[in-house]
């Protein structure tokens, strides 16, 4: 029986990884300025509609795409029992990169192996909610 491929894996860690940065993109689109306009120019003709308009901007094609896949991953991880830990480990290892996945087992606690189980179902989430997996 052959070994399944995983030439996706790095990948999807990168995506994962980029997740906060693209998360703040995302949040800085959708905030809504509150400093008044001062300049002497007209707005031109219509009705200005800012709330309309931050709701539908976006990141990037792709980028939104990755932000998306991670964020449904975020939310399912959440809705399990132990979603809470789940995430301690990803935020550890993946985001804020203090520590490896045997460090961050041992913050949780929990053992590496099922660290390690939970980091990997974690990134084969991402990659199926991204449509890299069926």
Same mark, same amino acid.
């Given at each position: 029986m052959s070994k399944p491929r995983y030439d996706w894996w790095p990948y999807v860690k990168g995506m994962i990884c980029r =997740?906060?940065?693209?998360?703040?993109? =995302?949040?800085?689109l959708h905030?809504?300025?509150v400093t *008044?306009? %001062?300049? @002497?120019?007209?707005? @031109? @003709? @219509?009705?200005g509609r800012p709330i309309e308009a931050l709701a539908i901007r976006e990141l990037p094609t792709n980028s939104q795409r990755e932000y998306e896949a991670v964020k449904q991953a975020i939310s399912s991880t959440e809705? %399990? *029992?132990?979603g809470r830990q789940r995430l301690a480990i990803m935020k550890m290892v993946l985001w804020d990169r203090r520590y490896t996945l045997e460090g961050a087992a041992l913050q949780v606690p929990c053992s590496w192996r099922t660290a390690a189980q939970w980091h990997g179902e974690f990134i084969?989430?991402? *990659?199926?909610? =991204?449509g890299l997996l069926d």
């Open positions: =997740y906060p940065v693209l998360r703040e993109q =995302y949040e800085d905030s809504q300025s *008044a306009s %001062y300049s @002497g120019m007209p707005h @031109g @003709g @219509g009705v809705r %399990y *029992a132990n084969k989430l991402v *990659a199926k909610n =991204y």
